[in-house]
């Protein structure tokens, strides 16, 4: 088992949340299959423990990592295309993509995006789900308060090198 109870961890979809307890619970099959229950919030899910490669769980990034997390914000962010349907196949991609170093990424790239072109509605709410994640992950992993962390990437994001605009006649 990779997770014990109290530990605290990344759901890919759900953000952080506190492994509760293992149950073993028995969906419409004759063998009885162990889950994680995690507590997200107020919310409670049961994630499978056997194929843990692709329970969709991972540990909270150690303090010890942040220095290098930091420096993804000081890398050139990607180009995004200008059309909607090529931004919104880098988001489809972007969720493929749950680590800590991923979202790091796509805070850095959509923001940079949104100070030289406005980003539709869907972008916009992506942007803020990521973004809430990677401020509680980095909040718990550098042990600060939220608003503490919000501000350490809003700082880090103001640094974020600038593409260049393109001039379109």
């Known amino acids: 088992m990779l997770f014990n109870v109290n530990d605290v961890v990344v759901h890919e979809v759900y953000g952080v949340g506190k492994v509760t307890g293992i149950e073993e619970l028995s969906w419409k099959k004759p063998a009885c299959t162990r ?10 899910i049961w994630v499978p423990i056997e194929n843990e490669e692709e329970s969709h ?30 931004r919104t196949s880098y988001i489809q991609e972007s969720k493929k993509h749950t680590s800590f170093r991923a979202l790091c990424e796509t805070v850095r790239d959509l923001t940079s995006h949104s100070q030289s072109r406005k980003l539709a509605n869907h972008e916009t709410m992506f942007l803020q789900r990521v973004t809430r994640q990677l401020v509680e992950e980095w909040a ?22 600038q593409l260049p605009v393109a001039i379109t006649e």
């Open 57 to 86: 769980l991972r540990p909270i990034t150690p303090k010890k990592d942040l220095p290098s997390y930091r420096e993804i914000f000081r890398e050139t962010p990607s180009k995004l295309d200008t059309s909607r349907f090529g």
């Open 140 to 161: 718990l992993s550098a042990q600060i308060p939220m608003e503490q962390a919000q501000g350490e990437i809003d700082e880090l994001l103001g640094d974020v090198p």
């Open 35 to 44: 889950y994680y229950v995690v507590m997200i919030g107020d919310a409670k």
